[in-house]
């Protein structure tokens, strides 16, 4: 299987500026780039399912770039609904220092850069000789993203920051022979932009592909967990926090996520698929990738003590946790179910327990009592003495 046929197979292709890309992957050495914005001061596992291109790429002797945008992050990409906040420069500073350091800590001794770098210099006169003159207004309308905002209206500042992207592309394919940028679907519009600024003011072939974005089965955004990200700061998700998020993904997609996230071989992922199909109730399909994302981003030990601790749970390991057959079905209220397993008198009473800092579920402290459980199957914790496992409908 050819490197492009394994990007396929793992569902990594949706859309291509030229079949060539097909060739240049298979036998060029090529470099390329893929950036985010440092919006936060940590990445999230949405992130994480795009950055993880770098590592196979460059398995087969590319050379990635990762930029992480200090000047485009001044801006803010436009969102399909309503345009960001700003951030302060010296925010916005600190969230680069920050996001490159996890970058390294995660993906290794790649070649980083900043935008604001090439960008801070350019003033507004040369921005709109040297790069709007390049860009027609009803080119730039028809991009999706600003078609969505046409209604309600979006800014000059959010309309320009396709021009900046395209400003990144053409730089580091003037300087860095960058030709090619990787990005997901969402980013299509500003990288296509991007090609065609090479195009123009090079009259030099630029490539870009993206990736599908990773959802649920429902098709909304995956990596959110009773409305809260899934970050990769250890800080922000724990360790294992993390693991239990991957060994409770949907049992439709949890092959789809083995592809995506881990770099097990085909036949290895296509033995546990055939385990899943014909013992789903063994989860040695969940298991794996709970390990192997936890394993990439957190280091085997991390990975090995969450996993531990998560069979600990569910083995009754815990004091010989008690089982609790609830009445209640998957997706009932927290409250509800500390109610009916006995946890708490009363839905008061169980309130209070949470936002007192009371209760953990599944390793991980409860903090909203507007949360739902979504698993059968889910450790509860009261103080320092109270487990019971809890089985729902």
């Known amino acids: 299987m050819t490197l492009f046929e394994e990007l396929k197979w793992r569902g990594l292709v949706k859309d291509m500026t030229s079949p060539g890309i097909e060739k240049l992957l298979n036998e060029g050495e090529v470099t390329f780039y893929i950036g985010t914005d440092p919006t936060g001061d940590s990445l999230h596992i949405g992130h994480l399912s795009s950055f993880l291109i770098c590592k196979r790429l460059a398995e087969h002797g590319h050379h990635p770039i990762i930029l992480v945008g200090g000047a485009t992050g001044l801006i803010g990409d436009p969102r399909p609904s309503k345009e960001r906040e700003m951030i302060t420069v010296e925010k916005v500073n600190e969230n680069v220092e920050k996001l490159t350091k996890q970058l390294k800590k995660t993906f290794g001794n790649y070649e980083f850069v900043n935008n604001y770098e090439w960008s801070k210099d350019v003033d507004f006169i040369s921005?709109?000789?040297?790069?709007?003159?390049?860009?027609?207004?009803?080119?730039?309308?028809?991009?999706?993203?600003?078609?969505?905002?046409?209604?309600?209206?979006?800014?000059?500042?959010?309309?320009?920051?396709?021009?900046?992207?395209?400003?990144?592309?053409?730089?580091?394919?003037?300087?860095?022979?960058?030709?090619?940028?990787?990005?997901?679907?969402?980013?299509?519009?500003?990288?296509?932009?991007?090609?065609?600024?090479?195009?123009?003011?090079?009259?030099?072939?630029?490539?870009?592909?993206?990736?599908?974005?990773?959802?649920?089965?429902?098709?909304?955004?995956?990596?959110?967990?009773?409305?809260?990200?899934?970050?990769?700061?250890?800080?922000?998700?724990?360790?294992?926090?993390?693991?239990?998020?991957?060994?409770?993904?949907?049992?439709?997609?949890?092959?789809?996520?083995?592809?995506?996230?881990?770099?097990?071989?085909?036949?290895?992922?296509?033995?546990?698929?055939?385990?899943?199909?014909?013992?789903?109730?063994?989860?040695?399909?969940?298991?794996?990738?709970?390990?192997?994302?936890?394993?990439?981003?957190?280091?085997?030990?991390?990975?090995?003590?969450?996993?531990?601790?998560?069979?600990?749970?569910?083995?009754?390991?815990?004091?010989?946790?008690?089982?609790?057959?609830?009445?209640?079905a998957v997706g009932s209220g927290l409250l509800d179910v500390l109610v009916d397993a006995g946890f708490a008198p009363s839905k008061s009473e169980a309130r209070r327990l949470v936002e007192q800092g009371g209760i953990t579920v599944d390793g991980v402290k409860a903090t909203d009592p507007k949360a739902t459980i979504d698993t059968q199957e889910v450790a509860i914790q009261k103080g320092k003495k109270v487990f019971k496992r809890v089985l729902l409908k």
């Not at 320009?160 to 022979?177: P, R, V």
């Not at 296509?192 to 649920?216: C, W």
């Not at 109730?281 to 969940?286: D, P």
């Open 127 to 328: 921005f709109l000789r040297d790069y709007g003159k390049y860009f027609n207004v009803n080119y730039m309308v028809n991009k999706d993203i600003v078609k969505r905002r046409l209604d309600e209206g979006i800014t000059y500042t959010e309309f320009s920051y396709q021009i900046m992207q395209a400003m990144d592309f053409y730089h580091l394919y003037k300087e860095k022979n960058c030709i090619m940028q990787v990005a997901g679907q969402d980013q299509w519009g500003n990288i296509t932009s991007g090609v065609d600024l090479i195009r123009k003011k090079l009259g030099k072939e630029a490539y870009a592909f993206t990736m599908p974005l990773v959802t649920k089965k429902d098709g909304t955004k995956f990596g959110k967990s009773e409305g809260k990200a899934i970050w990769l700061d250890p800080e922000q998700t724990s360790p294992y926090e993390f693991y239990q998020f991957f060994v409770n993904a949907e049992d439709e997609m949890v092959i789809e996520y083995l592809k995506r996230f881990t770099f097990l071989t085909r036949e290895e992922i296509e033995a546990l698929e055939s385990s899943h199909q014909k013992q789903p109730e063994l989860r040695e399909a969940h298991k794996a990738l709970a390990f192997e994302v936890t394993k990439f981003v957190h280091g085997e030990e991390e990975a090995l003590n969450a996993k531990k601790m998560s069979e600990d749970i569910f083995s009754g390991g815990v004091d010989n946790m008690p089982v609790v057959e609830s009445s209640l």
